[in-house]
């Protein structure tokens, strides 16, 4: 039987939620985003839609603004086979159709339909704290949705602060109750269980009070003969009280009480023993209890199967293991939006704590790394870790554009600082500059060791070739070999380069190959990491912006991009960095 899929999902006035939509994908669908953004709150949204029972208490919480009278609403329209509705239904359900990612009521006269056939389910909270499970018609009437075409659905939700244990027991509706398929079991328990001498094993205190009970139920007429039985709580089943049991060390112990990533694991291994279904799966907080390489493992078993499923996590073990899943980022004003898989792709592996910051930040290469993070550092008055701000390597102009235009399309919360490479792709640029605004910087021109270096006075040029782990002697012999200078001295290196002194450095620092020199491409492009092609030489050039005094002519140009990081994460704005 084919999947159920949530072709789209509407959550209206539920918990947090004000007004929320969005069409998931088919496969694995992965939900990032900062603490209280809604993530966890989607998850119950789906949970409590196919809930496999009736079973569920309201509060005033589970309402916006716990406003009750205004009550709440989540709708789903769903693909489901139809071998399913017919199975499940006392009345004909009739379909929509599903025709540029919207439900529309069939067309009648065509040849054929016009999209794919869906339904719409809704369950909606009343002011009476009361829930009520609809399937809406396309002619706008309602039917009851029935446990039994909810339970057949099918729905496994892994919750981030439980004990995951009701699919490990004979729960109506869990995934141990599905795959034993015993629907006389709880009759036949019952009558066992009814028939056991439980008031045999009172003691004689015990004994004489139920006796004395009895005795007052006579008087007052009500039903008498009293006696003890096994007959399960209310709301839950005798069956409820059986569970899977596993053995350890010879001993049968029940599985709800080994470890969570062990009982997360047994719960969505029953699920894929259910032959006849793929239920919607559903996991808060993929990570919890799990090692890093179970993380990697479980996604991609998740990520292979052919249900859908809905998870958030804040692992980037998960994250770099999530490369065949749709990424969704959930921002603090409930957006939803997608992160194209394409053009994260690279990053995804290599930095997938970028998806999980609070802010982060896309800086062109590794010497803007150590460049901002040191900035930053000076900025915040600390590490920009504790504020939950990652700055991370986009890799190059090219892709770094293309990443910060999949983050600014995802709604991620992100900043960048970039080169101007000779006006590149320049309306690119300009779209991401208007989501990003001063979260975004860019030089006017150049790169950022152009900058500095035109900016550093003549005779400070010296200074600025100081700083290496072995002198300055290194660097000297990179613009030695440039000018085919024997000895690697700064006077004879600057008099033999005269007014081309600048230039000469910047080429070194960059590694450019001189005219006529392709053959030795190689040695030439090396020198660029023996000047501040690296994290650490980006945090050189930090610390000579300073010592060199030019920070009053940057000043300008990098405190808006400063404080606008301040204030993505709530600090108010400084006027200077200098102490």
Not at 60 to 66: E, L, S, T
Not at 116 to 143: A, F, M
Not at 146 to 169: E, F, K, P, Q, W
Not at 331 to 357: C, S, W
Request: hydrophobic letters at 40%; proline letters at 6%.
């Amino acid at each position: 039987m084919p999947a159920p899929i949530i072709m789209r999902l509407t959550i209206e006035r539920f918990r947090g939620v004000a007004s929320f939509t969005w069409q998931p994908a088919k496969g694995s669908n992965v939900i990032l985003g900062g603490g209280d953004a809604g993530k966890t709150t989607i998850l119950d949204a789906i949970g409590l839609l196919l809930n496999p029972t009736n079973a569920v208490s309201l509060s005033d919480a589970d309402y916006f603004g716990r406003t009750v009278a205004d009550g709440f609403k989540i709708e789903a329209v769903m693909s489901l086979p139809p071998e399913l509705m017919a199975g499940q239904t006392h009345r004909p359900s009739w379909p929509w159709e599903w025709k540029n990612g919207n439900a529309v009521p069939p067309a009648l006269g065509d040849e054929g339909p016009a999209g794919d056939p869906v339904y719409i389910l809704r369950v909606s909270g009343t002011s009476d704290l009361e829930l009520l499970w609809e399937i809406v018609q396309p002619n706008g009437e309602t039917d009851f949705l029935s446990v039994g075409l909810r339970r057949a659905i099918g729905v496994i939700r892994l919750g981030g602060d439980d004990r995951n244990d009701r699919d490990l027991r004979l729960v109506q509706g869990s995934a141990l109750d599905r795959l034993l398929s015993d629907r006389s079991l709880r009759s036949r328990l019952g009558s066992k269980l009814a028939k056991s001498e439980v008031k045999d094993e009172l003691d004689p205190d015990a004994k004489k009070a139920l006796a004395e009970l009895d005795t007052a139920f006579k008087i007052k007429a009500l039903p008498d003969k009293l006696d003890l039985a096994v007959t399960g709580a209310q709301g839950v089943t005798i069956t409820a009280l059986i569970g899977l049991t596993a053995d350890k060390a010879g001993v049968q112990l029940p599985l709800a009480n080994w470890g969570s990533g062990t009982r997360r694991l047994a719960a969505l291994a029953i699920a894929e023993q259910t032959q006849d279904a793929l239920p919607i799966t559903i996991v808060d907080e993929v990570e919890r209890g799990l090692e890093p390489y179970r993380q990697r493992g479980l996604m991609q078993e998740l990520q292979d199967g052919a249900a859908q499923t809905f998870l958030t996590t804040h692992s980037a073990s998960v994250v770099s293991a999530a490369t065949n899943s749709s990424l969704w980022y959930l921002d603090h004003k409930g957006n939803i939006g997608p992160l194209d898989r394409k053009k994260i792709a690279d990053h995804q592996k290599k930095e997938p704590e970028t998806f999980l910051a609070r802010l982060s930040i896309i800086a062109e290469g590794a010497t803007e790394v150590g460049f901002v993070n040191a900035l930053l550092e000076k900025v915040l008055e600390g590490p920009p870790e504790q504020y939950g701000i990652r700055v991370s390597d986009g890799g190059g102009h090219e892709t770094a554009l293309g990443l910060l235009e999949a983050l600014s399309e995802g709604g991620l919360m992100f900043g960048g600082f970039a080169d101007d490479e000779s006006g590149k792709h320049p309306q690119r640029w300009r779209r991401v500059k208007d989501k990003l605004g001063p979260l975004l910087f860019r030089w006017d021109s150049g790169c950022l060791e152009v900058n500095l270096i035109r900016a550093v006075p003549a005779d400070r040029l010296e200074d600025l070739i100081q700083g290496t782990d072995d002198g300055p002697g290194s660097r000297l012999r990179t613009l030695a070999d440039r000018l085919g200078l024997a000895v690697k001295e700064f006077a004879t290196i600057k008099a033999s380069a005269g007014d081309s002194l600048v230039p000469l450095i910047i080429e070194a620092a960059l590694g450019q190959v001189p005219t006529g020199k392709d053959s030795e491409k190689k040695t030439y492009s090396s020198h660029a990491q023996t000047w501040f092609k690296t994290p650490a030489g980006g945090r050189e050039l930090a610390d000579k912006l300073f010592s060199l005094g030019l920070w009053p002519t940057f000043k300008p140009t990098l405190m808006p991009f400063l404080n606008a990081v301040r204030g993505a994460v709530g600090l108010p704005p400084r006027e200077d960095i200098m102490p």
